[in-house]
């Protein structure tokens, strides 16, 4: 597709169920990211990829939260046992660069999310 | 934790009146990038501004940086009622061998009256 896509949009749950969020980035794109946003504030970040490498996860809040993209193109984040204060939109981005220096990276693209709610 | 303070939380304007946007941030970084978020949606990337640069244009935005006060500015000239979503402001403070992602304000919420 065109841009990045995430499924599903829309999740309800039970506390201390799993579940399963997915990310198709947009195709060739090395790096993937994924961030957390409470409702009224800005994306917290997660966790990042390049291709198949998981390279920074420091953002993950707790060892309930695991990530994979084990083909460097589909990712997926899996929350356990869920609470919840895991109630939030998740957002997946992707962008084409690597590291590029003292500039930054390129731009990220977005998907429109994952609502989730926990009851 | 949010790097940016974006000021105001919240600007109402008429369609056609100039909205302005500030937002400051703590670190030393490579770029600063604006992003669009509309209701639901995900957030669309506006411009990005290096470190090394004071102004930039993009159509009807011009963003500068001041990385002395460490912020900075989104203006957007000529509103219209489409331009109503809420506003970004993203760090990008990446290493080659560190943190590569962006870390967000908390985001300036414009509401364009027609």
């Known amino acids: 597709g065109a841009g990045v896509s995430q499924s599903p949009r829309y999740k309800v749950a039970k506390r201390g169920q799993d579940v399963a969020l997915r990310c198709d980035p947009i195709?060739?794109?090395?790096?993937l990211f994924w961030y957390q946003q409470a409702l009224g504030q800005g994306p917290e970040f997660l966790t990042y990829f390049q291709n198949e490498a998981q390279l920074d996860k420091s953002g993950l809040p707790s060892d309930r939260f695991f990530a994979e993209r084990p083909e460097g193109s589909v990712s997926t984040l899996k929350i356990q046992r869920t609470q919840q204060e895991d109630s939030a939109v998740y957002l997946c981005?992707?962008?084409?660069?690597?590291?590029?220096?003292?500039?930054?990276?390129?731009?990220?693209?977005f998907g429109d999310g994952t609502r989730l709610s926990i009851l | 934790s949010q790097q940016g303070e974006e000021d105001p939380q919240a600007l109402s304007i008429q369609e056609g009146e100039n909205a302005t946007m500030n937002c400051s941030y703590k670190?030393?970084?490579?770029?600063l990038q604006w992003y669009r978020q509309n209701s639901g949606r995900g957030l669309v990337h506006l411009i990005l501004?290096?470190?090394?640069?004071r102004e930039k244009h993009s159509g009807r935005l011009r963003v500068t940086l001041d990385t002395s006060k460490k912020s900075s500015s989104l203006l957007i000239t000529a509103s219209r009622a489409a331009d109503t979503a809420s506003y970004f402001c993203a760090t990008d403070a990446s290493s080659g061998t560190g943190r590569r992602a962006l870390t967000f304000g908390s985001g300036t919420r414009l509401q364009v009256q027609p």
């Open positions: 195709s060739g794109h090395v790096s």
């Open positions: 981005a992707s962008s084409s660069s690597q590291y590029r220096g003292m500039f930054g990276n390129q731009p990220q693209h």
């Open positions: 670190t030393s970084i490579n770029n």
């Open positions: 501004i290096r470190s090394n640069e």
